[in-house]
């Protein structure tokens, strides 16, 4: 398992202004993609020089190449096609595009996946360790991505099965081009935060959803076997992050048991806020993996407003009495632009964010 720091990024940057620019005249056909790429390299040099130059150990380019956190890369999968869903995500205060996935034949591995090509850019300008990210497998199984199986399967485990070894043959690759950092980002156990606790009353309803979460457990370690050792995987537990609105709610309890099961090694907590609950579910996953680093999301990227240290410091040793401060690491609570459109704050706050989260974990731990 590759050694990591006490402070770490969850992996999206503002898009700077000049990009945006480029992939909207990309978008009407004014320039190339050859143009438009010159322009992401350019400006993910430039990123991956500040991330190194703020102490970051493990950097990434930012997502500058994607236009969502997630969508981007499920249509790269042989079997995934895009499709226009005509609803918008129902994020509290915006509204966000139509874009949407959906399986068109069997998934399956795609040897030319376009991000393959990202890390190797990565990898060959950074002198830190490069770190990927990708969205989980369990996004497949939401907003009638999947609906369609029975069109291409007998059964569900069939289909199952497909997505693990398309989704475990994608992440050897990674590890084949030098990758020994990947995050898998899901917001799928946040939602199930949701609707767990809504349909308690309902047990018809509430089976449904201990099945979506059971079917995910399955999936993500099915796609995590016989990984080699050097391997960190990481997952980032999302509550939703657009334009500074959020998804999701609720206290981790629902899903902690679950969560427990997985073979991650890092599990990125958001805790920037009274919506995420208390820490007592981080013990629930340490006791089960006492080997996993618990990275707690306390600084938030929604907007500029710098938190205290000193309260960071406190809520971090509060965290220490329930999993050994040697397992425990900071971050901000997500990334700053899980979409091309980005949060709601300067790229000049958002330095001044990942500058608090290296000063105030060196700080902790020294």
Avoid at 50 to 75: C, I, M, P, Q, Y
Avoid at 253 to 265: F, G, V
Avoid at 270 to 284: C, H, L, S, V
Avoid at 333 to 338: D, I, K, N, T, V
């Amino acid at each position: 398992m590759t050694e990591l720091a006490h402070f770490d990024i969850v992996g999206s940057f503002l898009r700077p202004e000049e990009l945006k620019q480029a992939r909207d005249k990309f978008n009407h056909g004014d320039i190339s993609q050859a143009e438009l790429i010159q322009v992401e390299n350019q400006d993910i040099e430039k990123l991956i020089h500040t991330e190194e130059n703020l102490g970051l150990k493990a950097v990434t380019d930012g997502e500058f190449r994607r236009s969502w956190w997630h969508l981007d890369f499920l249509w790269g999968l042989t079997g995934v096609k895009k499709y226009d869903y005509h609803e918008s995500y129902k994020f509290h205060g915006a509204k966000t595009r139509t874009d949407n996935a959906e399986l068109a034949g069997k998934v399956a591995y795609n040897p030319e996946h376009p991000f393959f090509k990202a890390f190797e850019f990565v990898k060959e300008h950074t002198n830190v360790t490069p770190k990927q990210t990708i969205p989980s497998p369990t996004l497949l199984f939401r907003d009638n991505r999947s609906d369609n199986w029975p069109n291409f399967y007998n059964n569900k485990r069939a289909y199952l099965d497909d997505l693990a070894k398309a989704y475990h043959e994608t992440i050897k690759h990674f590890y084949d081009l030098g990758c020994c950092y990947l995050q898998i980002d899901d917001t799928t156990w946040a939602f199930l935060i949701s609707k767990l606790n809504e349909s308690k009353n309902d047990p018809k309803e509430h089976e449904k959803y201990i099945q979506l979460a059971e079917d995910s457990v399955y999936v993500i370690n099915k796609s995590l076997e016989n990984l080699p050792d050097d391997l960190t995987v990481a997952t980032h537990i999302c509550r939703g992050n657009f334009k500074s609105t959020f998804l999701f709610s609720g206290g981790y309890e629902p899903i902690a048991k679950y969560l427990a099961q997985l073979n991650y090694n890092r599990f990125f907590l958001e805790y920037d806020n009274d919506r995420a609950g208390d820490f007592a579910p981080i013990k629930t996953i340490w006791n089960n993996w006492d080997d996993v680093t618990i990275v707690l999301g306390l600084i938030t990227s929604k907007d500029g407003q710098l938190e205290n240290p000193a309260a960071i410091i406190q809520r971090v040793n509060e965290a220490a009495k329930l999993v050994p401060l040697s397992n425990l690491a900071l971050s901000t609570q997500c990334g700053f632009a899980s979409t091309e459109e980005g949060n709601i704050l300067s790229e000049a706050d958002q330095w001044k964010k990942i500058k608090l989260v290296v000063d105030t974990a060196n700080k902790i731990w020294k």
